[in-house]
């Protein structure tokens, strides 16, 4: 099932630089294994904002929930989960 | 380019059912032509609303402007528009 | 899966009151069937308001759109859907 | 009587994450409690938020109050009341 | 059990003068039934605004859901609630 | 002249303990001074919030101002002033 | 005492133009008597909108009710009303 | 001075179209007008939206209101206006 | 020309009380000159809120923004600016 | 393309003052830097604020990313990114 999540991401102003450096190393390990894996179906950034649109493609709420919670920069993140439906009009 | 669009329609209480029956014909005839030519790239329903989130690729902003105004359902709907960059933890 | 949704009922106030306690009959009727099936498991009327608070008990996304985008009040709503996961600290 | 209560956690950055891991396990630990005794009647997360939906069952307002403000994590959280009534449409 | 209410009124613009004269006496009837039976404890007009904040002291959500959803002027309000606790600073 | 006041706490998560028991105990012997006198004519909490409705009885802007820009709590708060004039279907 | 009030006009779409311009009309009438009364202390135009911007003097909340709710364009005004108290740093 | 103005139009459902184009067609000519004068500086419209940006400059607030007040579709429109300094790092 | 403004003060927690109170006290000189000086024509504040309304006669733009942000509360302000036109019913 | 962009910048209140200094002179230069090259056509301050409206003429999405994200003082910034279409009626 597919979910649209927009993630902003709002890094504390005083995190030590070397450990924020890691944290955003290990997301985007997270992220990339994730693309690999089908799950994060899209990922774009949005111009201007320390953001991003993605839509996920996973079995359940549960397993969505299971993998935003744990994202690195979870802790940091505000995030909108919108359900997709297939639409009448689409082709594909 | 890509651009993130969600549609909201607000089709008027008052409105010929024969006339938007024909509207939304138009509409959906016109999607599937832009979806065809790959402007259109993905398109879908928001679940529980008569409403869509939709990634257009087109060249510029007049060409998205010059699509979208002239979509039949265009009176009827609420647009925002967001510009999406390329995401550095994106695969593909 | 488990879907929280709000939705608040706007009657227009030119509606003709037979047609529209017709529809009210019908939106009964269904909901009723739609509780009895399991599909809506909670319905609760919202205090001093024209709205309820539901949840609803269905496969996927696409179940719950063509449920909710088929109730007979639905041209008349403003609905609000929240998916709902699992909570660690719940029993059942 | 019943109560819709939406709860969303905001822990400070910067507190001691052996304590925070306390309260979590104490504020659990009264959850389950408060679950048993048939006061907190339902408890959902919802998805990719640190934030749960709620329905709780208790004599009055002066009950529910008392619950809500001696919770472990009371201090962190934002929390939005809603009073249920019983709905015209509803089997059980 | 007290319950803060604020009800804006929004009469519609071609609604027939008598007819919304008659609602308009049927209402004042109405609160002031209520004022004398201690089920509307409170009622004040907002300076400027045609609304009013009024405290309501009933048995239960399902009462109070009674009293405002049967009021004459009910299809043209926006109701706002908030139920009311006993302040630990409060003497009477 | 009456005004309902909205005041909500947003006490300072790193401020000591024991400076803000002394500055809430200032501030319940502050309202209930208050409340004997007339001032300070309704004192509610809102059920599930640190937050309160009031509703003061002073002589003019001046006054109400004075009273509440010196309440020991004052620099937490955020406050929402509205002022109640009679209503025309008011009893008492 | 001083009120600051900000009005913004919505005239209907389908008023009938010699109605409204009559009602505007006796708007300007009242309103030039109040000045001249001295209870419409300001009285400034929002750049860009059909809306102002006032200050009025007069003696209580029901005096400004009684003012406001009886302007001939009051039932097509949104008002927003704010206690202006003596401010610690003016000159006058 | 400059003044940045956004505008959005929102044409009521049921104008007769003939007098709308009419309506549109004035707009234009007092848009060319107003831009061959100097008076508006910029008009860009907003991407998938019937609203412009733009930017006027006029000697005074009352030379603003005076143009946007008496343009043809004025009626029609949602208008913000705000004021624009130099910048003290724009380069002209 | 006359401009409407808002001021928010938003004192810092952690500030040194007596650094504020010397911002403070530069803040009431320099707002008293400027009213000596008929730039800043009124000043008033709002009942129950660290903050006031004003009313500023500069002559241009950038005059009210060399005023403003170079006022000693101004890192801490919150500030919302309004041009103010003549009003067609003002009698001044 | 051109591309509407808001600028809100929130300075951490601790920030050291050399350090935010050398930001801001930094930026100042990249900000000429980009307006010499024509990318920054306009740059204006909002009156009264700590912000700026611009419009950038860039290639794509992502070259108006890459110059936002990378300014000097783009931590503290809250960025509005809109994208701006010609408008019929411009004459340039």
Avoid: C
């Avoid at 709002?10 to 799950?39: M, T």
């Avoid at 774009?44 to 996920?56: K, M, P, Q």
């Amino acid at each position: 099932m597919l979910y649209h999540v927009r993630m902003d991401v709002h890094p504390p102003r005083d995190i030590d630089a070397a450990a924020f450096d890691a944290l955003k190393a290990a997301e985007k390990a997270r992220a990339q294994d994730l693309q690999r894996s089908g799950a994060w179906r899209h990922l774009w950034r949005i111009a201007g904002a320390y953001a991003n649109v993605s839509v996920f493609d996973v079995p359940d709420h549960d397993a969505l929930h299971a993998i935003l919670s744990t994202l690195p920069l979870f802790p940091f993140m505000e995030i909108e989960v919108t359900p997709l439906a297939r639409h009448p009009s689409a082709l594909a």
